[in-house]
């Protein structure tokens, strides 16, 4: 993934407005008020490609979630990122076993099926 990078140019993104714009704010003072009351209708209508030192990588579905990553944690198509986080939180203290319990290298009597292996 990349980040968005601002050229800062006051150019990265194309506003647009309703037809007959100009009837409904005929002058700078009705273009004002309605822009400080937080009532003037705007669209953010793309963005300016000329503005962008370097374009993001657009967050979306397909790239932070899955749904087949998600059905192999069991979750389903509207699972969140932070779902997912959790679900491998969850499996990942589950499968992590320590203690100070003496083990027998190759056997396990553990839930989770771990193995002692001894390397040398």
């Known amino acids: 993934m990349n980040d968005g990078i601002i050229m800062g140019t006051g150019d ?3 506003l647009k407005s309703i037809a007959g714009f100009l009837q409904v704010y005929p002058n700078y003072e009705a273009f004002a008020a309605a822009l400080v009351a937080g009532t003037l209708p705007i669209d953010l209508n793309g ?3 000329d503005g962008w030192a370097q374009q993001g990588t657009g967050l979306n ?9 998600a059905a192999l944690e069991g979750l389903g198509s509207e699972a969140t990122p932070n779902e997912m986080f959790a679900a491998l939180a969850n499996r990942s203290s589950r499968m992590i076993t320590y203690g100070t319990s003496d083990l027998t290298p190759g056997v396990s009597s553990l839930e989770t099926g771990t193995v002692y292996l001894v390397y040398e």
Do not use: F, H, I, V
């Not at 579905?61 to 990553?69: P, W, Y």
């Open 61 to 69: 579905k397909a790239n932070l979630l899955t749904d087949a990553t």
């Open 12 to 14: 990265s993104r194309y």
């Open 47 to 49: 963005k300016n490609p």
